[in-house]
């Protein structure tokens, strides 16, 4: 197999840029840096092209690594024939690989086996041939044996029958049409195991739906319906045709004597052995390709999630939210250094005395510490934690508003033994009202340091494959640090450590050098770290920043390998660096980018790339996203009626709709049916993470909220005259649109 070539075709691109991603991933370069300053070798691949790639290229290889496996196993069987090798070669997917060689695979003790040592394997033979005159129980007298342990003609006809049974099962042409006939017309189906219990699961008490047209969200649920124990789940498989299909195959002769034994053999044959292993792959396939689609949403929802825009220059107080022990407090200055913690107790179990308490030691704080924005978190007691508040900003002169924000992953955080040795002194509670705060001063950098799987990002991701939805998630957090880059002087190592090219261990190394050398002014400070060598410093450089350095090229994503080209181009516009950087930005003018390129020595996509950044130098990428909703005021659910048209923020887009939050604490649902007048296949192509939309109450009920964007659309003719229907914004000041609370919150089906 040509791996690039089928690569090359996968993914839609020029063979040419595959081969050099391959060079470049072979050469130990990580996906950011190959997609930010390998533009030229790759043609531009961007992050997410490049981990497909990546992902291809390592199935692929283990592939031919089974292959080869396989052909040297049946090799030294003896066994291997010019067409088995060239069909074992060709086969593009490892469970192919598997039906080739499942009949010369080592096998445990199976009825055939054992039939076979009982000399039965001639007698199958002859049934198999469909030649003999002779009645079946004539020619099975010669296999008679007390030895052997066969002593009946019914023995000996049963014994040859598991052979031909197993030796149908083996073949590899009939699986595969068998495999693909049951994807086609298929049902999957599922019965409650008890109808009278109650569950979330009701939806699959008895369902039925055909297996290639089963959706992702479907599978998972049905998957931990079973495993709780709630549903019964099934394959049904065209059975009758299948059986009809092995006849016609295996049935070449219509020989009265053999036919009879041959049905049976090939109904055992589907029935014990192939039909429940292909149910086995059927649903391992369609849980991988779930779980494939899943981990996409998850990625897309966990990269919005750290992509949220820092707000910057603010007194944040952090708030965790809580009945019996209390709301636990903190005040952050903003850089992220604790100021004050301590805890109030304004929730049940309370009373008037201790609200009244409570509303002082806010004053008093809000009041000292300047405190400009409360982060609170969502979980236990937010709704009422929410309503103290907005009870405290009519009370007070200053101006103070308020974020619900996603608090998943800060309970594992506080106990960790990173938050120990960042808050030695603090309890897990202390600690996490500390994350809260921060996660809105910089959400990239607190939400680092939370293993992905623990931040909430979707549905069913503890059901899924962990080491695949591990790597996947680090993934995005990789490309997102690399995307926005780090400022080597004040970076965690939990956050040095997605940088490309940094290890755990080079990451502390970082730290450690800097706490015992003073801040880095140079970029190629890095190479006196310990561990950090000319590859690791190619890799990383880009993506670190110093501030205020000796060079202010090193504030900016432009790369160290390409600092002579800059100042060459400098040099051309007639001013120097530290003219540029010094009286600000000056407009750069080229007029022919190709020759000026080649003049520099570098490719034609770098030089962009740099005039780009050197427009806006050190930019954040974050600036372009959706800032968080500022909020002085609350909406109750109980002021919800149906036919009300509300803004709302997304907050999770799944395979079935959207969650979106409309200020009532509870995320309402838009299902993907109510999303769009057209027809769409995935509510992804519609709506994003942190996207401000207009949607109409459907209705509320049991705690539930659906919503319609549809609805909408379908009276847009009348947008201006809404018949008196309330519209309620949350834009309280400036053009903030999107928040962090309650962000892929937990979902039930």
């Known amino acids: 197999?040509?791996?690039?070539?089928?690569?090359?075709?996968?993914?839609?691109?020029?063979?040419?840029?595959?081969?050099?991603?391959?060079?470049?991933?072979?050469?130990?370069?990580?996906?950011?840096?190959?997609?930010?300053?390998?533009?030229?070798?790759?043609?531009?691949?961007?992050?997410?092209?490049?981990?497909?790639?990546?992902?291809?290229?390592?199935?692929?290889?283990?592939?031919?690594?089974?292959?080869?496996?396989?052909?040297?196993?049946?090799?030294?069987q003896g066994k291997l024939t010019p067409e088995l090798k060239k069909q074992i070669e060709a086969a593009q997917t490892l469970v192919v690989v598997e039906d080739l060689y499942r009949p010369y695979r080592p096998k445990r003790r199976t009825r055939a086996i054992i039939a076979r040592?009982?000399?039965?394997?001639?007698?199958?033979?002859?049934?198999?041939?469909?030649?003999?005159?002779?009645?079946?129980?004539?020619?099975?007298?010669?296999?008679?044996?007390e030895e052997k342990e066969v002593k009946t003609v019914e023995e000996a006809i049963s014994g040859a029958r598991d052979i031909l049974a197993e030796h149908i099962s083996d073949e590899a042409d009939y699986r595969i049409n068998i495999r693909k006939r049951t994807m086609d017309k298929g049902t999957i189906c599922s019965t409650a195991r008890d109808e009278k219990e109650q569950s979330v699961y009701e939806m699959y008490y008895d369902f039925e739906e055909p297996v290639k047209k089963l959706?992702?969200?479907?599978?998972?649920?049905?998957?931990?319906?079973?495993?709780?124990?709630?549903?019964?789940?099934?394959?049904?498989?065209?059975?009758?045709?299948?059986?009809?299909?092995?006849?016609?195959?295996?049935?070449?002769?219509d020989n009265p004597n053999t036919t009879p034994v041959l049905k049976e053999a090939i109904e055992d044959s589907y029935k014990r052995l192939i039909g429940p292993a292909i149910e086995r792959e059927i649903r391992s396939a369609l849980t991988e390709a779930a779980e494939d689609g899943a981990i996409h949403v998850f990625g897309k929802n966990l990269e919005q999630l750290l992509m949220q825009p820092p707000i910057a220059g603010q007194v944040v107080l952090?708030?965790?939210?809580?009945?019996?022990?209390?709301?636990?407090?903190?005040?952050?200055?903003?850089?992220?250094?604790?100021?004050?913690?301590?805890?109030?107790?304004?929730?049940?179990?309370?009373?008037?005395?201790?609200?009244?308490?409570?509303?002082?030691t806010l004053k008093k704080l809000i009041s000292k510490y300047h405190v400009t924005l409360i982060s609170v978190g969502n979980g236990t007691a937010s709704r009422e934690s929410e309503q103290i508040i907005v009870e405290l900003l009519k009370e007070i002169p200053e101006k103070v508003q308020y974020v619900i924000t996603n608090?998943?992953?800060?309970?594992?955080?506080?106990?960790?033994?990173?938050?120990?040795?960042?808050?030695?002194?603090?309890?897990?509670g202390q600690r996490s009202a500390a994350s809260i705060a921060r996660r809105l001063q910089d959400p990239l950098a607190e939400l680092v340091k939370i293993d992905p799987k623990s931040i909430g990002v979707g549905q069913y991701q503890h059901d899924m494959n962990q080491k695949k939805l591990g790597e996947a998630l680090n993934g995005v957090v990789e490309d997102c640090v690399n995307k926005v880059g780090v400022d080597l002087n004040t970076a965690s190592a939990s956050l040095l450590e997605y940088i490309s090219g940094i290890s755990k261990a080079i990451a502390k190394n970082i730290v450690a050098y800097r706490e015992e050398n003073g801040r880095f002014t140079d970029r190629r400070e890095l190479l006196k770290v310990a561990k950090l060598g000319p590859k690791a410093f190619e890799q990383c450089a880009g993506f670190m920043r110093i501030q205020g350095g000796k060079n202010p090229l090193d504030a900016?994503?432009?790369?160290?390998?390409?600092?002579?080209?800059?100042?060459?181009?400098?040099?051309?516009?007639?001013?120097?660096?530290?003219?540029?950087?010094?009286?600000?930005?000056?407009?750069?003018?080229?007029?022919?980018?190709?020759?000026?390129?080649?003049?520099?020595?570098?490719?034609?996509?770098?030089l962009h790339d740099i005039i780009k950044e050197l427009g806006r130098p050190g930019r954040d990428p974050r600036e372009d996203m959706p800032k968080p909703i500022l909020r002085s005021?609350?909406?109750?659910?109980?002021?919800?009626?149906?036919?009300?048209?509300?803004?709302?923020?997304?907050?999770?887009?799944?395979?079935?709709?959207?969650?979106?939050?409309?200020?009532?604490?509870?995320?309402?649902?838009?299902?993907?049916?109510?999303?769009?007048?057209?027809?769409?296949?995935?509510?992804?192509?519609?709506?994003?993470?942190?996207?401000?939309?207009?949607?109409?109450?459907?209705?509320?009920?049991?705690?539930?909220?659906?919503?319609?964007?549809?609805?909408?659309?379908?009276?847009?003719?009348?947008?201006?005259?809404?018949?008196?229907?309330?519209?309620?914004?949350?834009?309280?000041?400036?053009?903030?649109?999107?928040?962090?609370?309650?962000?892929?919150?937990?979902?039930?089906?």
């Open 556 to 606: 900016t994503s432009v790369h160290p390998e390409s600092y002579e080209a800059v100042e060459k181009l400098f040099a051309k516009q007639g001013f120097t660096k530290e003219q540029y950087f010094g009286d600000g930005p000056t407009a750069i003018y080229i007029k022919d980018y190709k020759k000026l390129a080649e003049e520099l020595g570098i490719g034609e996509i770098t």
């Open 117 to 145: 040592e009982k000399g039965l394997g001639p007698l199958a033979d002859i049934i198999l041939l469909q030649m003999t005159k002779k009645p079946l129980e004539e020619e099975a007298k010669a296999f008679l044996s």
């Open 407 to 428: 608090e998943a992953g800060a309970s594992v955080y506080s106990a960790s033994k990173l938050a120990t040795e960042e808050f030695p002194n603090f309890d897990v």
């Open 215 to 253: 959706a992702g969200h479907r599978v998972l649920a049905l998957n931990r319906g079973e495993k709780e124990k709630f549903l019964t789940v099934k394959i049904l498989a065209p059975e009758e045709e299948i059986i009809r299909y092995l006849e016609k195959q295996v049935i070449v002769r």
């Open 1 to 76: 197999m040509d791996i690039i070539q089928v690569i090359t075709r996968e993914l839609n691109v020029e063979k040419w840029q595959v081969e050099a991603a391959v060079k470049l991933i072979d050469e130990g370069c990580t996906i950011p840096f190959i997609s930010r300053y390998r533009k030229e070798a790759t043609g531009t691949l961007n992050d997410e092209q490049l981990r497909n790639l990546n992902e291809r290229l390592t199935y692929l290889r283990n592939l031919e690594d089974k292959k080869a496996q396989v052909l040297g196993s049946i090799e030294e």
């Open 318 to 360: 952090g708030w965790d939210p809580a009945f019996r022990t209390g709301c636990k407090l903190a005040v952050v200055d903003p850089t992220g250094k604790i100021l004050d913690t301590t805890v109030i107790y304004p929730t049940a179990p309370t009373n008037e005395t201790k609200i009244r308490a409570a509303k002082e």
């Open 633 to 749: 005021d609350v909406l109750d659910m109980k002021d919800l009626k149906e036919g009300m048209i509300l803004k709302g923020t997304v907050r999770n887009v799944i395979d079935f709709g959207a969650f979106v939050d409309i200020g009532v604490h509870q995320d309402g649902l838009v299902h993907i049916s109510q999303i769009a007048q057209k027809r769409i296949e995935s509510p992804a192509e519609v709506l994003k993470a942190g996207q401000e939309v207009n949607v109409k109450v459907l209705k509320v009920e049991n705690g539930k909220i659906s919503l319609s964007m549809k609805a909408l659309e379908e009276v847009a003719s009348e947008e201006e005259d809404t018949s008196g229907e309330e519209v309620v914004s949350y834009k309280d000041e400036g053009d903030a649109t999107t928040g962090l609370g309650a962000l892929l919150a937990g979902l039930k089906l």
